[in-house]
């Protein structure tokens, strides 16, 4: 069964840096990996999805990649804003309309 | 603006007395999801309908059952909610399964079990 894993669990940057979440799944078979954005006590906001046969995709700060080979991908985050706070889950489908998650990233970036 | 409603957005109810939450969708989305999301933990699939085909995950307790009326509405009943049902109910959609397109996630429904 796939196992989606996000390092770290949280994470705390001043405002104006750049940062990399990070997410590891371990079956390479997949359909697509998606990004998304969750604010507390909230649904999830899509980010960024990149097909299996993609590299990386872009959307104004953000910039997602994936190495389906192994099993990697990672959102970046340029010049991090205090709005930018959330946690950051990642999703691979792997057929069959079944998206696995992680358990994300909570982001913190101080004024 | 296209978008996933889910209503009530907070519902409490007792302890076995059956719940139904809502979902309705103006995206005209083939697909319709409910995942379950507990505290500090990954959103977990329920069940999903393909269309008018109805797929329940492996590892879904009976307690939970769903019905889509039509392309535009799904519901979520749970016939006799415990303590451990407490969470928030996800409901998403896509375009088409077979084409990989995205999930687009309502804003959810927080059932809180007393």
């Known amino acids: 069964k796939q196992e989606v894993t996000q390092i770290p669990a949280a994470l705390s940057v001043p405002e104006g840096e750049n940062l990399v979440l990070n997410c590891s799944f371990t079956?390479?078979?997949?359909?697509?990996l998606q990004w998304f954005r969750q604010d507390p006590g909230k649904g999830l906001t899509s980010l960024l999805l990149?097909?299996?046969?993609?590299r990386e995709q872009t959307s104004g700060r953000l910039n997602a990649s994936l190495d389906k080979s192994s099993g990697r991908s990672t959102l970046y985050i340029a010049a991090s804003q205090p709005g930018d706070s959330a946690t950051y889950l990642c999703?691979?489908?792997?057929?069959?309309?079944?998206?696995?998650f992680g358990t994300g990233t909570r982001l913190t970036v101080i004024p | 603006d296209a978008m996933v409603i889910q209503n009530p957005r907070y519902q409490v109810t007792q302890f076995g007395k059956p719940v139904t939450l809502s979902c309705s969708q103006t995206l005209n989305h083939n697909v319709m999801y409910w995942y379950q999301q507990k505290s500090s933990q990954a959103p977990k699939l329920l069940f999903h309908?393909?269309?008018?085909?109805?797929?329940n995950e492996a590892d879904t307790p009976d307690n939970f059952q769903s019905r889509r009326p039509n392309t535009s509405f799904c519901f979520l009943d749970i016939r006799s909610p415990g303590l451990g049902d407490a969470a928030m109910y996800l409901c998403a959609t896509s375009r088409d399964s077979a084409k990989s397109y995205e999930q687009y996630f309502g804003p959810g429904t927080r059932l809180t079990v007393t």
């Open positions: 309908y393909y269309d008018k085909d109805f797929n």
């Open positions: 079956d390479s078979a997949i359909y697509n």
């Open positions: 990149i097909q299996s046969s993609q």
């Open positions: 999703a691979v489908e792997g057929g069959a309309n079944n998206l696995f």
